[in-house]
């Protein structure tokens, strides 16, 4: 698959596939197309050549009802976490599930109120994205992201922004309801200890190269990796020879 | 045919039961899965322990994760003790996940919904508004006088953009309107003064309305709707984003920085804009009064015989008035402007609404003033 935006071209011949129960991370040093190649996983932007397929079913050769049922089953949470504005945090978390069930308010709110829990924002449920922290409307979107069970969440940077203990606790979380809820996670990220802690399996991008240099389990790849950048990206060694040069 | 999926028996032989056993059995998914204040409600009374077991419970999602943490609410607030040892794995953990950060309860006390007593509060929010206002206009006013002393941190290219933005890309919107006033006025004047035979006075109205009233107040209309919204948008995103922010710490005044170049472009050509309404407007007359029996030679004639320098100057001193009550509220507006999405279409609406405010209240006020002073 090629993948960017117009004429231009981020990143080329990618080829890779994401198992049932995968921990997937994409992987790669600022601006090398991570959050592209997501959108294009996403339905957001079409590949410029190539095909996204979903148990075989190629989602933007799809017809309109495969692609709503498809985008039924995932869930996507954002950077910045991609609250409504306008709603509160119960309003937000109950969108998807007043749009594509047809549960009574009381079970909405009762559904609502347990994800909020969940992600451990119980009493929030009438704030607005404006009066909660950053941490907390990542949180929230996740709170969102899962409202329909979804078979497959996709995080954008889940940890950017985040202090380190906020950000374990956020991998501690998706590890257990991705586990809990028998999901696929495919999470865009460069935080080394979150990729090497709980990722299962990953795909390294490169600017310079324009296309992926490796895949595989992240644990694996650290030591054995046959791509010398691979290697020195998860191991940091890179940065410290930068930090050592500045 | 309604399944049943749970039912609550006693675990012991005391009566009434002490401890209960809650059996969950089917299918528990978003949709069928009973409320869990269903069974909230059935929790028989006296009870002091229940144990849940699942032993035939076959699918299950959120929807029972969601039902049992509502009866472990209910449980906590009876001060029940709930055992969910003989359940799914993955569904312990999602109840241990739910109930591990205790409810936020922040205590807030009800807003008082009656009227009268919310009026103080209204009236001190009232007094605060207009209290920043008057403060936004002392900034601006000392940021111009930086401007003129040559001190201000003020680009001279982002003027020019200014400039441009509300100059020339506004002309088509200004000409259509003014040519359909100029219209809408020569069809008003003709039908009156047509009983009396006098319809070549249509010229001198049209022109005295364009160039006295209409000219002004309808550029300003439009400039308060296109320019006006624009600068709120455009520094409301701009607070979203942090950029003013980032000009604070820079120690770049906010007022020289992004107010001033905005309201000194619309301050320059809004008189540009004004007399170029009026030559529209008086075309859109002539236009209709041509039509009605009226020569073209006359129209210009008699145009030329009703307004003079005097008429221009006070339509002119009313759009350069105008332009700054347009700036300032636009500004204002965008500057004062929430940190989310919600805020920065507040905000725009804000500036259009207090902008023909202000433009109403200060030509009615221009009006006065000039009545008085005979001219």
């Not at chain 2, 930086?146 to 100059?167: M, P, S, Y």
Request: glycine letters at 8%.
């Amino acid at each position: 698959m090629s993948i960017g935006y117009g004429s231009r071209t981020v990143q080329q011949d990618l080829n890779f596939d994401v198992h049932k129960n995968d921990i997937f991370f994409i992987i790669g040093g600022s601006g090398c197309g991570k959050t592209t190649l997501l959108k294009h996983m996403i339905g957001l932007i079409a590949p410029s050549q190539g095909e996204v397929l979903y148990e075989g079913v190629n989602y933007y050769q799809a017809s309109e009802e495969t692609q709503l049922s498809l985008l039924q089953r995932w869930g996507i949470t954002y950077q910045s976490g991609a609250l409504f504005s306008s709603m509160t945090l119960a309003e937000n978390v109950a969108l998807p599930l007043q749009l594509y069930t047809d549960l009574s308010t009381k079970q909405i709110a009762e559904i609502v109120s347990y994800k909020l829990a969940l992600v451990g924002l119980a009493g929030y449920e009438t704030f607005y994205p404006a009066e909660i922290s950053g941490g907390m409307h990542k949180r929230a979107g996740l709170a969102r992201a899962i409202a329909l069970d979804p078979q497959l969440l996709f995080f954008d940077e889940p940890s950017a922004g985040l202090d380190p203990i906020s950000s374990l606790r956020l991998d501690q979380l998706i590890v257990q309801v991705c586990k809990a809820l028998n999901s696929t996670v495919i999470i865009v990220s460069h935080e080394l200890p979150s990729i090497l802690s709980i990722g299962t399996n990953c795909v390294f991008l490169d600017a310079q190269a324009k296309t992926m240099l490796a895949s595989g389990d992240p644990k694996h790849l650290v030591q054995h990796s046959q791509v010398e950048k691979v290697r020195q990206f998860l191991s940091r060694a890179g940065t410290a020879h930068t930090d050592t040069q500045a | 045919m309604t399944v049943l999926l749970f039912r609550f028996e006693p675990a012991t032989n005391q009566n009434p039961p002490q401890s209960v056993e809650l059996h969950l059995s089917g299918n528990w998914q978003l949709g069928k899965a009973p409320e869990g204040e269903s069974l909230c409600t059935a929790i028989p009374p006296e009870c002091k322990h229940i144990t849940v077991i699942s032993d035939k419970l076959q699918h299950w999602d959120s929807s029972l994760a969601a039902a049992l943490l509502q009866v472990a609410r209910q449980c906590e607030q009876q001060q029940i003790t709930l055992d969910t040892s003989q359940t799914p794995e993955a569904l312990q953990q999602l109840l241990q996940l739910a109930t591990a950060i205790p409810s936020y309860n922040p205590h807030i006390k009800p807003a008082d919904s009656r009227w009268l007593s919310q009026l103080p509060n209204k009236l001190a929010a009232q007094w605060k508004g207009l209290t920043r206002t008057l403060i936004f206009i002392g900034d601006i006013s000392l940021a111009l006088g930086n401007w003129l002393a040559g001190r201000a941190k003020t680009r001279r290219q982002d003027l020019f953009f200014f400039i441009h933005q509300v100059g020339p890309r506004a002309l088509a919107i200004v000409t259509l309107i003014a040519l359909l006033v100029g219209m809408i006025l020569a069809y008003l004047g003709s039908v009156q003064l047509r009983q009396l035979g006098a319809q070549v006075y249509v010229a001198d109205l049209v022109a005295i309305g364009m160039v006295r009233e209409m000219g002004a107040l309808m550029t300003a209309v439009i400039m308060a709707g296109r320019t006006g919204a624009a600068y709120a948008a455009q520094l409301g995103t701009m607070q979203v984003n942090e950029e003013i922010d980032a000009l604070k710490t820079m120690g770049i005044s906010t007022m020289e920085f992004l107010v001033l170049p905005r309201l000194l472009a619309l301050v320059f050509i809004m008189p540009l804009l004004c007399i170029y309404a009026d030559v529209v407007g008086i075309f859109g007359g002539a236009l209709v009064a041509t039509s009605m029996d009226v020569n073209l030679n006359q129209y210009i004639l008699q145009t030329q015989g009703a307004v003079d320098w005097v008429d221009i100057t006070t339509g002119l001193i009313k759009s350069i008035f105008f332009g700054i009550l347009i700036a300032i509220a636009g500004c204002q507006a965008g500057i004062e402007c929430g940190r989310n999405s919600d805020a920065v279409g507040m905000a725009a609406t804000n500036a259009v609404v207090r902008s023909i405010v202000y433009l109403v209240v200060a030509d009615a006020a221009f009006n006065i003033l000039y009545d008085k002073l005979g001219i």
